[in-house]
């Protein structure tokens, strides 16, 4: 990016403007998102030991199973971004209409796959015969909701490329709330357990979906867009998600390489690990803020033909990025005696867990760099080359991290595996970012 024209103080300021405006409603939304699971969890938590258990199982199922469709909402909403940028609202909605569609679709063959494999898969996680009727349980019911959290992905992705990141909040607020009260009333009010939470769940993203389709289908109406489904256009929503559900698949691979690592180190190494990846995911939440507005901004950039623009704004979200990484890099060593001693007592875990995560507060302002640059890439569309870039960075992490315990390395050096990691992923998004051939401008790329 050293190519970039100098940008004025007008200019920058322009640029922040955009970026707050769309980043920190972002934030909010994404952090009502876990929410979800640490409500239920409280609420299941007063049954029993073997229900919170079994809860904790499905859980984890189903942020997999929804987790690796989260392409619907990034490719979302660069396509209608892009429209925007073009002027063409009414094509954007359409594009957006195509995504929810396809939403749909994938939902109707998630629920297909999971309410027969249910028990296997509770099995196959390791579930106890105390806790897996209830992980089976759970995810049975909540598993009839899997259509309605992906919708509520692709119409979050709509509304964000349609620059509109202040609704998805109020949903997702909202949805909290519904959740929260949905779950004690029907777990201990109706005296239903596990199931009452699960169906609490599945109606709270019900009711989420809904108010997403609600503006989704006004603003279509107002503009006169078609609310059918159009084949060609779910089909060219698959192709354009494809190379990023390949992106996901890796990266969720390189956290599972991680933790398999951690595994084979002992039990106080994992223990650890999992605090640290609790808190390396909160972490990105707050960069991934700024990644969403990249891809809003980008997208509307490239969309209206303004190359110049999406460079150099591409180029103010990078500095941010540095800047709220070296931030949260601070927060992280700072509050490192206050927040551990809450996650766990032993001495032992918190001797392990010190020396990682100033590993962790080190790395953050890469990971700014690269939140934001996934970010921008995204929002241009250049989905294969963030596919081969993560497939690269799988091949090199793996054989590193596996060598960790062979060479008798510990928790840190796993982290510093991790880094490494991290590095090579900057290091790929900054070689494309500079070659300026994610730069294809116009309503489609």
């Known amino acids: 990016m050293t190519q970039t024209p100098t940008t004025s103080k007008a200019d920058r300021r322009q640029y922040d403007r955009e970026i707050l405006a769309l980043a920190v409603p972002a934030f909010g939304a994404l952090v009502a998102e876990p929410l979800f699971v640490m409500a239920d969890s409280a609420i299941v938590g007063h049954l029993g030991t073997p229900q919170l258990a079994g809860l904790g199982i499905a859980a984890a199922l189903l942020t997999t199973a929804v987790s690796v469709f989260v392409f619907l909402a990034y490719a979302t909403t660069a396509a209608v971004a892009r429209r925007v940028g073009a002027g063409d609202i009414r094509a954007a909605i359409r594009q957006g209409m195509d995504g929810i569609w ?5 939902g109707a063959v998630v629920i297909a796959v999971i309410l027969p494999a249910a028990p296997w898969l509770v099995e196959l996680f390791g579930a106890s015969d105390t806790a897996a009727p209830y992980a089976t349980t759970y995810l049975r019911i909540s598993a009839i909701g899997i259509p309605a959290m992906l919708v509520v992905l692709a119409a979050t992705g709509v509304l964000r490329g349609l620059q509109d990141t202040r609704t998805p909040l109020y949903v997702a607020v909202g949805g909290f709330a519904a959740n929260a ?12 357990g596990i199931a009452g939470s699960a169906w609490g769940t599945v109606i709270a993203q019900v009711g989420m979906a809904a108010a997403y389709l609600l503006v989704v289908v006004r603003g279509a109406r107002r503009h006169g867009a078609s609310l059918r489904p159009d084949a060609a256009g779910i089909r060219a929503c698959a192709q354009a998600g494809a190379p990023l559900l390949i992106r996901t698949l890796s990266l969720r691979a390189i956290l599972m390489v991680a933790t398999a690592v951690a595994a084979r180190l002992g039990d106080i190494d994992i223990a650890a690990h999992q605090i640290i990846l609790s808190l390396w995911n909160l972490l990105a939440f707050a960069l991934d803020a700024i990644a969403i507005a990249g891809q809003a901004i980008i997208g509307r950039y490239l969309g209206c033909g303004d190359a110049a623009g999406a460079r150099q704004a591409c180029r103010r979200m990078v500095q ?6 070296l931030v949260l890099g601070a927060l992280v060593v700072l509050s490192r005696p206050l927040f551990v001693p809450l996650f766990t007592p032993d001495p032992t875990v918190q001797d392990t867990l010190f020396p990682a995560l100033l590993v962790v507060a080190v790395s953050q302002p890469i990971a700014g760099i690269v939140f934001v640059l996934d970010g921008v890439l995204m929002g241009a569309g250049d989905g294969a080359y ?4 993560m497939l690269v960075t799988l091949a090199f992490f793996t054989p590193v991290a596996l060598l960790v315990p062979a060479f008798g390395g510990g928790l840190t050096a796993l982290w510093w595996a991790m880094t ?7 290091a790929t998004l900054w070689l494309r970012a500079r070659s300026g051939r994610w730069l294809v401008t116009g309503a489609t790329r």
């Open 181 to 192: 009260a949905l779950n004690a009333g029907l777990v201990y009010g109706a005296g239903l």
């Open 320 to 325: 941010w990025g540095i800047v709220s990484g």
């Open 386 to 389: 963030l596919a081969g870039a």
């Open 102 to 106: 396809l939403a749909l679709l994938l």
């Open 420 to 426: 490494l990691m991290m590095t090579v992923r900057m």
